[in-house]
């Protein structure tokens, strides 16, 4: 059974332009979340879909943006990049059933924004 | 308000010796608890978790935590250590009907041969 699959690993990028990064699931899961890791804040919740709805999001600005499309697949994007938005995103997935908890996280997309 | 707490945040231990790192949290409902484990570059990979019933959870690797509610903690245990173990360790807490998981600072586990 495939992972949770992120593209690209790595990504560097200019100060004021905008990324998008992609997250697909394992096959079956309809949850998907996306958290944000720096050394200075830890790890830091984004936002949460399932079945294409943003159910949840955290406390950050918003040229964060995310969606979710129809297979489950995940995008989100960061407009007017800046230097602090430098970081591991990470994509994580689940089924989205009231038992099953516990997210299985893809590998990361490293962002450098310079 | 919810946070999650891990005090140490770097453990050094020989290989074969027993560990135990500390997590404790603060959640306004019954908690979902997590551990979970990151290689250098890599993502997050989950070693157990606590949702119910026996508050003793065996996890992968070896590892087992078990829930305190008392002392709000949820500590993770491993009788022997192995070198591979070295890496980062994360507590993470959530909610029922929320898959927002609010995350410890984490403990870096250094073995020594």
């Known amino acids: 059974k495939a992972g949770v699959t992120q593209t690209p690993r790595y990504l560097i990028k200019t100060r004021g332009q905008q990324v998008t990064l992609s997250c697909s699931p394992i096959s079956g899961h309809r949850s998907v979340s996306w958290y944000q890791q720096t050394p200075g804040q830890g790890l830091q919740f984004l936002f949460e879909?399932?079945?294409?709805?943003?159910?949840n999001k955290g406390n950050f600005p918003g040229r964060f943006s995310g969606r979710q499309f129809s297979n489950s697949r995940s995008e989100m994007n960061v407009s007017t990049l800046e230097l602090g938005d430098s970081a591991l995103y990470l994509c994580?997935?689940?089924?989205?059933?009231?038992?099953?908890?516990?997210?299985?996280f893809g590998s990361g997309t490293r962002l450098t924004v310079v | 308000a919810q946070s999650v707490t891990q005090p140490d945040i770097h453990i050094t231990v020989s290989e074969g010796a027993s560990l135990e790192l500390r997590c404790n949290y603060s959640y306004g409902a019954t908690p979902y608890l997590f551990w979970y484990v990151q290689s250098p570059g890599q993502g997050l990979q989950l070693l157990l978790k606590?949702?119910?019933?026996?508050?003793l959870v065996q996890g992968i690797k070896g590892f087992e935590a078990e829930f305190k509610r008392s002392q709000s903690s949820f500590n993770l245990r491993k009788p022997s250590v192995h070198w591979s173990d070295a890496a980062e360790y994360f507590c993470a807490v959530g909610g029922y009907n929320t898959d927002k998981l609010i995350f410890g600072t984490g403990t870096r586990l250094q073995v020594f041969p």
């Open positions: 879909y399932f079945s294409e709805t943003q159910r």
């Open positions: 606590y949702f119910s019933g026996d508050t």
């Open positions: 994580a997935s689940r089924t989205g059933g009231d038992t099953d908890y516990g997210y299985t």
